[in-house]
């Protein structure tokens, strides 16, 4: 029969397991949350760069309207 400091133990080593697990997950997601923002921000530079833009984009049609 184990004792209560082995469970206490075995509870403590899956309670660490466990969060490690989700500060790997959220540096993964912030990872890729960065990656998102820095190909966004391509975009818009290529497209405030590029000149045209089609006449058929949403952002043109407000360009229009103004």
Known sequence: MKSKRS??????TQ???????VWRSEAEWRLW???????L???FRAKRG???T????????SENAA
């Open 7 to 12: 469970a206490d133990t075995d509870l403590q």
């Open 41 to 43: 921000l391509e975009a």
């Open 54 to 61: 089609s006449p058929t984009s949403p952002d043109s049609a």
């Open 15 to 21: 309670l660490e397991s466990l969060l490690d697990q």
């Open 50 to 52: 590029g000149g045209q």
């Open 33 to 39: 949350d960065r990656v998102d923002a820095l190909v």
